[in-house]
């Protein structure tokens, strides 16, 4: 199976900072990556499908880049509701789909 | 827009059934490939599996002896049974769309609330 590693586990922001998440495919994935943001007790989000195409109504301070093995996540002013945590998923190994293990972003 | 929302018991006792079922409004449940996917305790995030409102499914290898997805057309549903459940299988469930009809590249666009299943005695 790919493995999908995130980094960092954790960060700490202020509000208006640049912030980067990574996500590190064990194996080529071209472009077949996503990334969701996530607060405790309500459902996922998606921010941006198939590496850097933003979804509808998400606001465009979210970024996604990256292709093959190596892809960020990039918000480019963090803002108050940003505070979350970010999970990234490959859609290239069905059915044997897998998440990274999550970025929480949090008040610096 | 399509909202989603599950509902089933929250506890479960140990080799017995898990079953939960997703209401899907706002959209046809034609529409959509539909899945399952649960975050453990931990936070890790696993996919079960898809179903397409034809029957058509889809499991993560892992699961697949355990697990069947049903679809209620009537009803605008689909269904999650795992069976011979252990406390390893306590998670919250959330029912999820897939605009993109299943294949290589598909993402998740629209997901429930999810809801806390606990597998104990």
């Known amino acids: 199976d790919i493995q999908m590693t995130q980094s960092p586990s954790s960060l700490s922001a202020s509000v208006g900072d640049r912030v980067t998440i990574t996500c590190r495919a064990s194996q080529s994935i071209s472009s077949y990556l996503n990334w969701y943001q996530h607060k405790p007790g309500r459902a996922p989000k998606l921010l941006i499908y198939?590496?850097?195409n933003l979804h509808s109504g998400v606001p465009s301070r979210f970024s996604g880049s990256g292709s093959g093995t190596d892809f960020t996540l990039t918000i480019s002013s963090l803002q108050p509701e940003d505070f979350a945590t970010y999970y990234c998923q490959e859609s290239y190994s069905i059915p044997h789909l897998t998440f990274g293990g999550g970025t929480k972003v949090e008040i610096k | 827009q399509v909202q989603l929302q599950e509902s089933g018991p929250g506890l479960v006792k140990p080799s017995e059934t898990l079953s939960l079922t997703c209401t899907v409004s706002g959209g046809s449940i034609r529409s959509y490939y539909w899945s399952w996917i649960r975050q453990f305790p931990g936070k890790g995030l696993e996919w079960i599996g898809y179903?397409?409102?034809?029957?058509?499914?889809n499991y993560n290898p892992s699961l697949k002896s355990r697990v069947t997805i049903s679809v209620d057309t009537s009803n605008n549903q689909f269904s999650l049974n795992l069976r011979s459940v252990t406390a390893a299988d306590t998670a919250v469930y959330y029912c999820a769309s897939d605009p993109t009809l299943g294949g290589r590249g598909l993402f998740f666009d629209y997901w429930g609330q999810g809801t806390l299943v606990t597998v104990s005695s």
């Open positions: 179903i397409y409102y034809s029957g058509s499914t």
């Open positions: 198939t590496a850097s």
